[in-house]
């Protein structure tokens, strides 16, 4: 993955049990973890060849387990203002000793996203099966998002359903988006916030159906059951913590 601004640079998910998550992730995508990586002993990168695939961190008191998507910046602080010049709110901002400079932020349709300035020489593992293949926000605000990230990162942005019916646009640097962006339908309870969804690559040999069942025998909770859309067979489950992802083999695209 480059490192342009706006790219993807790291997941991460929270967990009031860590131990049960990473003995869910390592059965799942056979997760390697190197708590060493964090000097102050609270975060755990799940790692391959050294390089990050995502990292967990224990939830604090009510806190929800979720995963959270961080876009890459080359200056914390001037993305943190950006965030708020644009109709954002900033709602965490620090640094990790040897690690990097964080930004947690809401953006203005009230989606929670981080922003990641890497102080170490590590290339954030994406497109292989277990690691990050898509990340998609879903929002009732799709043209606000659209400004908004667009504002940010300098995002290149392109309507693929018909923007009515089916209100989806796709967002990268170049020919190869990266992102995707959802108007959620009014059939979405009320009660469903805004979200980020990060979707892991599934495996083609394997195929999502027999990760789905392999993920159900784990522990985790059927969301949405698998099926194809154009960029392949996805389905959507919760962790053993609550935490939601999707998984997608991109191998049964239709576009």
């Given at each position: 993955?480059?490192?342009?601004p706006g ?13 049960a998550s ?10 390697e ?23 967990l ?6 806190q ?9 910046s ?54 292989a ?34 923007g ?75 962790d ?6 999707a998984?997608i ?5 239709t576009?």
């Open positions: 993955m480059s490192s342009r790219t993807p640079a790291l997941i991460d998910v929270t967990s009031a049990d860590l131990d990473k003995e869910f992730y390592r059965g799942l995508f056979g997760w973890f190197d708590g060493s990586l964090d000097p102050s002993g609270t975060y755990t990168y799940a790692v391959d060849g050294g390089n990050p695939i995502a990292g961190r224990a939830a604090q008191p009510g929800p387990p979720a995963w959270t998507l961080y876009l890459h080359d200056a914390a602080d001037a993305t943190a203002q950006g965030v708020k010049d644009l109709g954002g709110q900033v709602v965490y901002q620090n640094e990790a000793p040897q690690q990097g400079h964080v930004v947690i932020a809401a953006d203005p349709t009230g989606a929670f996203f981080g922003a990641w300035q890497s102080l170490r020489d590590a290339e954030f593992r994406t497109g099966p277990g690691t990050l293949a898509w990340a998609e926000l879903n929002t009732r605000q799709g043209s606000a998002a659209d400004e908004f990230y667009r504002g940010l990162f300098g995002y290149e942005q392109q309507q693929i359903g018909d009515v019916t089916y209100d989806y646009s796709v967002w990268g640097h170049g020919a190869a988006p990266f992102l995707g962006r959802l108007q959620l339908p009014d059939a979405v309870p009320a009660e469903v916030p805004p979200h980020w969804t990060v979707y892991f690559g599934v495996d083609p040999a394997s195929g999502t159906d027999k990760l789905v069942e392999r993920a159900v025998g784990l522990g985790a909770t059927l969301v949405s059951a698998p099926e194809d859309i154009p960029a392949g067979r996805k389905a959507v489950l919760t053993v913590a609550g935490a939601v992802f998984v083999d991109g191998s049964k695209a576009r």
